[in-house]
T-cell receptor, first 114, second 115 residues
Framework: AQSVTQLDSQVPVFEEAPVELRCNYS??????LFWYVQYPNQGLQLLLK??????LVKGINGFEAEFNKSQTSFHLRKPSVHISDTAEYFC????????????FGKGTKLTVNP | DVKVTQSSRYLVKRTGEKVFLECVQD?????MFWYRQDPGLGLRLIYF???????EKGDIPEGYSVSREKKERFSLILESASTNQTSMYLC??????????????FGPGTRLTVT
């Protein structure tokens, strides 16, 4: 069975600063990896996904993530954040060739301060 | 754009009531999911359906049941609501096409309070 650990439950940062949200996963088989964002009072929206190929994945709103198989990590980064990036971010994993279910981490709340 | 709608944004029910949460998707997706979201616990899968009338238990199915009579609609049923089922409930759907495999689209959520 897979599991996902998001190492920080809350990350405060100032506007225009860089940010990294950390995600580690555990699985005995190859995986697909996802980052979702949840703005206040809304459902989740896909930011980016890694299925195969280049380990650096670019998503919407200037976010990117890098898949590191040896470290079983999929950290999310943005070089310069905006107030509007304030939201909760969820990392998720699914087994390749398995059922199409996602296992989610517990989330990281990003707060961007002026 | 894929649209997943949920019947209510906010719902208040009494302990012991039977509660129905409805979810409809408009993109002919094969898979549909019900999650529960609680602070500090992330999203936990309650039930999953991969076809009409087909369902599979998720991680926390106790106290819940589901119904999928039509492809576009997936209902979550709380047979006898309890206060520990107060939570945010999220519905999602996904396609089986290779390009979009595993990519789930979420509804806005239903915040259920059981008193």
């Amino acid at each position: 069975a897979q599991s996902v650990t998001q190492l920080d439950s809350q990350v405060p940062v100032f506007e225009e600063a860089p940010v990294e949200l950390r995600c580690n996963y555990s699985s005995s088989v190859s995986v697909y990896l996802f980052w979702y964002v949840q703005y206040p009072n809304q459902g989740l929206q896909l930011l980016l996904k890694y299925l195969s190929g280049s380990t650096l994945v670019k998503g919407i709103n200037g976010f990117e993530a890098e898949f590191n198989k040896s470290q079983t990590s999929f950290h999310l980064r943005k070089p310069s954040v905006h107030i509007s990036d304030t939201a909760e971010y969820f990392c998720a994993v699914s087994e390749q060739g398995g059922s199409e279910k996602l296992v989610f981490g517990k989330g990281t709340k990003l707060t961007v301060n002026p | 754009d894929v649209k997943v709608t949920q019947s209510s944004r906010y719902l208040v029910k009494r302990t012991g009531e039977k509660v129905f949460l409805e979810c409809v998707q408009d993109m002919d997706h094969e898979n549909m999911f019900w999650y529960r979201q609680d602070p500090g616990l992330g999203l936990r899968l309650i039930y999953f359906s991969y076809d009409v009338k087909m369902k599979e238990k998720g991680d926390i199915p106790e106290g819940y049941s589901v119904s999928r009579e039509k492809k576009e609609r997936f209902s979550l049923i709380l047979e006898s609501a309890s206060t520990n089922q107060t939570s945010m409930y999220l519905c999602a759907s996904s396609s089986r096409t290779a390009v979009a495999l595993y990519e789930q689209y979420f509804g806005p959520g239903t915040r259920l309070t059981v008193t």
